[in-house]
Nanobody, 130 residues
């Protein structure tokens, strides 16, 4: 059974940190795939914020999180992590992990196109508030 599960969300004060994890299981990934993190605020479109290539050598970030968030992966554990530092109230959202099963070329092209992704997780809530 295909499964993508996000964990690590919670309530944190502005300036604080959280580490989200995405564990995928039940399927064999293409050798050239990517994993992406997205987030969504109620009433707004889902926003792509970070993605990582199958090997972990290539990463990409949205401008809104660049320099504060770091995506990494442990292929031995089928896990992709999102380290979030210096969190701001505007980072409050439900955070989703998804699999981009086929990457033709580089991860940078269509990185935030949701149609490229499948096997979405259920999301984890991150709230940044004092």
């Amino acid at each position: 059974q295909l499964q993508v599960v996000e964990t690590g969300g919670g309530l944190v004060q502005p300036g604080g940190s959280l580490r989200l994890s995405c564990v995928y299981s039940g399927f064999t990934l293409n050798s050239e795939h990517a994993i992406g993190w997205f987030r969504q605020v109620p009433g707004k479109e889902r926003e792509g914020i970070a993605c990582i290539s199958s090997s972990g050598s290539d990463t990409m970030y949205a401008e809104s999180v660049k320099g504060r968030f770091t995506i990494s992966r442990d292929n031995a554990k089928n896990t992709v992590n999102l380290q979030m530092n210096n969190l701001k109230p505007e980072d409050t959202a439900v955070y989703y992990c998804a699999v981009r099963p086929v990457v033709s070329g580089t991860i940078y092209f269509d990185a935030w196109s949701e149609s490229e992704y499948d096997n979405w997780g259920q999301g984890t809530q991150v709230t940044v508030s004092s």
